[in-house]
């Protein structure tokens, strides 16, 4: 007889991470019809023609092979060069950089690359959905740093500091943040950087939003600062700014030995990302500036339509200040997230997020996606405007 376990066959650590909030909901959302999404976290613009057209080539070409597990060479050439133009930080590309499959795959290694079990891993919140699991899959411990609205969810280092213990490793930050929009300015970046060497934190730094800060406001790595290049993992990808989420390509881009850690962790679990994304990310990081300057135009007009209209429905929204989110406070409509969204969802076909898929931080908020052409986005706010007024209208006394 096969003895019983506790739980099943499930690890205890992987039982305890919950179903990602937004994929549940998507789920419902796919099984409607007639429905106006403003909920997916990915560009509805096509990857430009010209990356398409390197990928198309590279298949032609018969490239589709393994390649080597850093990377090819010529596109580390292109990363950094790319990454000393746009963050004015120099890698080596000979083992200073790492191509991965997305992002995702980038924080994954970086967190198992540098977490010891039980450490505790600093990060701010509401945040993107991945940060906690992701960290208790590498057996760390979650410490979620709370920001609010009230301070335009700008995480300061006071807030940082009042949770760093002995055991506290690593800071995770992500600017402009996926779902509030929040940027980090250059002043708040110098405290936290300071904080992070006194400490001796390891900063993983999730920046895929870079490139989608609006005008008007800098977009600072830390990496960039005196004292934290030695100390930070960089993370970057295409997903975002050129419309590339389909290729899963990313980078990490660190100091040799953690760079040589995280190359061990990628080798066997993923051994390289794709050729054929690899060859098209070259000619995005190389040659696509002016696609992705159209594309950021875009999200600029739809943000400032989007913001305009909750305010005017009486929903308190920031300003984002990069990505192509809006994170409105709904509380207004004494509904709370999860009860908004699917009620929206219900009666009027208009899908967003609920905001405590991002911690609990976000609860009371909705993550609006502008990632829509703008007629539908019009037309999902006319759609938003009248079920807020049916809700908040007081109901008939007696009734
Ligand atoms: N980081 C953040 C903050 C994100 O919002 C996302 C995607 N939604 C990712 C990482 C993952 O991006 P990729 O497609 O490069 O894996």
Not at 140 to 162: Q, Y
Not at 234 to 260: D, I, N, Q, V, Y
Not at 376 to 388: G, S, T
Request: glycine content about 8%.
């Amino acid at each position: 007889m096969v003895a019983e376990r506790s739980g099943g066959f499930v690890a205890r650590h992987v039982r305890s991470i919950p179903r990602s909030g937004i994929r549940d909901f998507f789920e419902i959302v796919q099984s409607m019809r007639d429905v106006i999404s403003l909920g997916i976290g990915e560009p509805d613009f096509v990857t430009p023609w010209r990356i398409r057209e390197a990928a198309i080539y590279a298949l032609e070409q018969g490239r589709t092979g393994y390649t080597s597990n850093l990377g090819l060479p010529r596109l580390r050439r292109s990363i950094a060069s790319y990454v000393r133009r746009w963050f004015g930080i120099d890698y080596s590309p000979e083992n200073e950089i790492l191509v991965t499959v997305g992002v995702s795959e980038a924080l994954d290694i970086a967190l198992r690359a540098v977490i010891n079990p039980g450490d505790e891993i600093l990060f701010h919140e509401p945040c993107y959905v991945s940060y906690a699991p992701g960290i208790t899959l590498s057996h760390g411990k979650p410490v979620p740093v709370p920001t609010s609205a009230e301070d335009g969810f700008a995480l300061r280092a006071d807030a940082i500091a009042a949770r760093i213990t002995s055991l506290s490793r690593v800071l995770v930050l992500n600017f402009p943040t996926n779902p509030t929009g929040a940027v980090l300015g250059r002043a708040e970046l110098e405290r936290i950087a300071e904080l992070c060497v006194r400490h001796d934190l390891v900063v993983i730094s999730d920046e895929v939003y870079s490139e989608l800060t609006f005008p008007g406001h800098e977009h600072v790595s830390i990496a960039s600062l005196p004292g934290m290049r030695e100390r930070t993992i960089f993370l970057h990808g295409c997903s975002k700014a050129f419309a590339m989420t389909g290729f899963r390509l990313g980078f990490a881009c660190a100091p040799a030995e953690l760079t040589e850690a995280m190359m061990r962790v990628h080798q066997y679990a993923m051994l390289c990302a794709s050729i054929i994304a690899q060859e098209a990310a070259i000619e995005a990081l190389d040659n696509c500036h002016d696609e992705m300057l159209r594309m950021r135009e875009k999200y600029l007009e739809r943000r400032n339509f989007v913001v305009a209209a909750f305010r005017r429905m009486g929903l308190p929204c920031i300003e984002p200040k990069g990505t192509f989110y809006a994170f409105p406070d709904i509380s207004p409509t004494g509904l709370n997230s999860r009860e908004f969204a699917i009620r929206l969802l219900e009666e009027e076909r208009v899908a967003m997020v609920p905001g405590d898929a991002f911690g609990p931080g976000g609860s009371g908020f909705v993550r609006c996606s502008c990632s829509t052409a703008m007629d539908l986005i019009e037309i999902a706010m006319d759609r938003i405007d009248r079920f807020v007024a049916r809700v908040r209208r007081p109901t008939p006394a007696g009734a």
